[in-house]
């Protein structure tokens, strides 16, 4: 057999590497690749052809990989267009040159593309011996098909032990010191990571994009919840929107040098709601940025597990030849066991279309979620990994395009 | 003999309820009081006689009690003035009324203030039979004679565990990709908050209140930074100030009802200077707000341990009868090893005054911290205790005078 490469892209998840270990591991449990290569930042970098040869990976540096956040190979937001037909002869050319056979991306809905795309162009131009395989992350669960999208779960268990904890801390106060307490998660379109928040019973108010959001009911909302006990705790989506689209926090959202569009400042827009309706003089924001999607301390176990054994699986499903043009996903069979069944659905099917947040999973007034919405979340946040601990702090693997 | 009497006060911590722990279990192990209340909501909660008996704690729910962050008892911002004779008066009968001989007061500054100045009533009054004892927390680690503050440890492990974690975030893309990140700390007259995120060695800028910030020195920093890597990891303490003592987050910092000077959006301000002086497009900002000192899923066992022990001790000093205003501290005889020593000083000499981050131990253009600072806190940072999980997240006791 020739060589396999391994790429990642799109934003960092807490386990983005833990499915790079389970590929190298797989490869070296059961031989299938001569050697097994990371292309450093995405398709990117597999055009500069900047590889690194990871076969022989120490299974020490495999068990610290599986707790470094972030992606390890790097990413790139260098989108391969189908009608760029020079980029995709070039990869071609390099996959060639360097024997390899397989190429498998860990990514989202972007990466899914990518794998598409590939696969696409080699059926079309009648180019075998090339299989394209990928893996899906995502922190904010909206991938479609899978049950289970590596990454999700970490980033909810952070988040729901971060609200649970500030919103301890929001209550010390005696009841004549009113306060309320916004907390902002990622999620662009679709409310997952804002949910989570919920796993940890705490929360008064959620606001989600799939909802439209109304500052009337809003504000109604706070008010009654603060005559009630005087303290509010309230969960916000950076993507809350109004009926026509617009976001909350339009005046501070802004289009990126890439044509993205930068949201940011959701719960700084709610709380200067609050302070002009004056129904709190104290109102704390945290806005939990990258810190979410990067909190690598806080893995999940059930979510670690998911990503490693997705590489593990990924690598004996590329045995078959034909085995192209794929994503892996995941199934549930055991909601409570968080017993897993990996299967595989076409790259193409998953690429540019949104999971969101199921409305009937969601409560009226804004009063967060259903018992089937807890009860599909929990097994994602179960289990911590034993982490590795250098001086004080959780061991890493430096990113092997800086070393 | 009597009863006594445990309160809380100040902002929260991630290991304050772990003193109460140790009080509670001292008393369990060696029987020096009849019984152990505490007081809901510190000073404020003792006036109106809101007490919770805590004598006979079961083992399970003192063991969550030490993961529990924020104050269970409850705090207060209501300050006892040494003029105010008309409480001072009504604390002695409350005391006196429930048999209380011994108060413990688990707090910062204004908490050793109470301490002192309950004695000092005493004293002149010639009351005897109470004793007032404070036992420190602070995450701003800012208490002078105290060696070790608990509270600030896991504060520290909080921040220079997110500090790592995010940086690994920030540099995922390749060079093209020009990023800075801001994180920004508590600390509002001391920059020990701040300078714990260079535990993690990543850290590029440090922007304590202890140095004079200079807009022009720290936009030639950044621009070299950038120049040289193109990604920026910056810290800065809510506190940092201008030469003329202006806040560097001016603009948006503003009184509370109580004249206290709320601060925020120190990383804030930094971000707009350097999108106005076009050093990159792109400026990540993380305001870790209440969840750096209510993180307790990342407590210290360091911290942990130094907050309950000093709990066990505060009780054994209290054996004796002359033991008031005092309050207890922390020496370390072995800074490797983290081995502590508890003595006591007067409580008059701690509180009013403040431990500034040492200048010795700041690095030159806003580099970062020296060695010695480093040997000072890694100690501080040092294990991880077995957390209790419920349901996937850190169990915690419901905050008393919630129940």
């Not at 992606?71 to 760029?84: D, F, I, T, V, W």
């Not at 893996?135 to 952070?158: I, W």
Request: hydrophobic share 40%; charged share 25%; with cysteine.
């Amino acid at each position: 057999m020739g060589k396999c490469l391994v790429a990642q892209s799109g934003g960092p998840t807490a386990v983005i590497n833990a499915t790079l270990a389970g590929i190298v591991r797989s490869n070296q449990l059961n031989k299938v690749y001569d050697a097994v290569w990371g292309g450093l930042h995405g398709i990117e970098g597999i055009l500069q052809e900047r590889f690194v040869d990871l076969t022989e990976m120490s299974e020490e540096e495999n068990l610290i990989l599986r707790q470094t956040p972030a992606s390890a190979l790097g990413a790139c937001r260098y989108k391969l267009r189908r009608q760029n037909t020079e980029d995709l002869k070039a990869i071609f050319q390099i996959l060639d040159k360097h024997d390899i056979d397989t190429m498998f991306y860990i990514g989202g809905n972007d990466s899914m593309d990518t794998v598409a795309a590939l696969a696409a162009y080699a059926a079309k131009n009648h180019i075998t011996g090339h299989r394209f395989i990928g893996c899906p992350k995502t922190v904010d669960n909206d991938l479609v098909t899978t049950e289970v999208c590596p990454g999700f779960g970490s980033a909810a268990k952070y988040i729901a032990t971060t609200a649970q904890q500030t919103w301890l801390d929001l209550n010390v106060y005696p009841d004549s010191r009113r306060e309320i307490f916004i907390l902002e998660t990622m999620g662009r379109d679709a409310g997952w990571l804002a949910a989570s928040a919920c796993l940890s019973g705490i929360v008064d108010i959620l606001i989600v994009p799939e909802v439209p959001f109304d500052r009337e009911d809003f504000l109604t909302r706070v008010r009654e919840i603060m005559e009630q006990k005087s303290k509010c705790y309230i969960v916000v989506s950076e993507g809350a929107r109004y009926t026509d689209g617009t976001y909350v926090s339009e005046g501070e959202t802004h289009i990126d040098a890439f044509g993205s569009v930068v949201l940011g400042g959701a719960a700084n827009a709610l709380q200067q709601m609050i302070l002009e309706a004056e129904l709190s003089q104290r109102c704390r924001v945290l806005d939990l940025s990258s810190a979410q999607r990067s909190a690598a301390a806080e893995q999940s176990l059930a979510d670690v597990e998911a990503a490693y054994n997705m590489g593990m699986h990924a690598v004996e499903l590329s045995r078959d030849p034909s085995f192209t043009g794929r994503m892996i996903a995941i199934r549930r069979h055991d909601e409570e066991q968080m017993k897993l069944e990996y299967y595989d659905i076409e790259a193409e099917k998953v690429a540019n279309y949104v999971r969101n947040f199921p409305l009937e999973w969601l409560r009226e007034d804004y009063a967060g979620v259903t018992g089937e919405a807890i009860a599909y979340m929990r097994p994602l946040i179960q289990g911590s990994p034993d982490i590795i601990i250098i001086d004080g702090l959780p061991a890493y693997v430096l990113p092997y395009y800086l070393q």
